[in-house]
């Protein structure tokens, strides 16, 4: 891109100092210091695109880090909530045994009183 915007620059130099005729060498030297200053603009453009592009490759990676991070405790918390439900079920169960148990325990207590 940049080797590209040098010749159509040196280009339109050589054309200029063709068509005009003889140039100075003060209009030679305005010529150059013009490209130079042409140059070292495209030079830090692409130093500047460079940077920018290791700046969105930077935040590109935090951001898949933070996902995996988001899906992992999201995971974990699946993991969390099957193992209290599990544990819910157990209780309920054995709830109901011992209610169970206290109506037969009631039940023969009764059918001995009635003796």
Known sequence: MMKKSFLVISIMVVLAITVGGCATKSDLAKVQSQEMLIGAKADQAVQ?????KAAADA????AEAAAARAEDALKKAEEKERIADEKARIADEKTAIAEEKAKKADEAFRKSMKK
């Not at 500047?48 to 920018?52: E, I, N, S």
């Not at 935040?59 to 935090?62: I, S």
């Open 48 to 52: 500047d695109a460079q940077a920018a």
């Open 59 to 62: 935040a590109t990676l935090k």
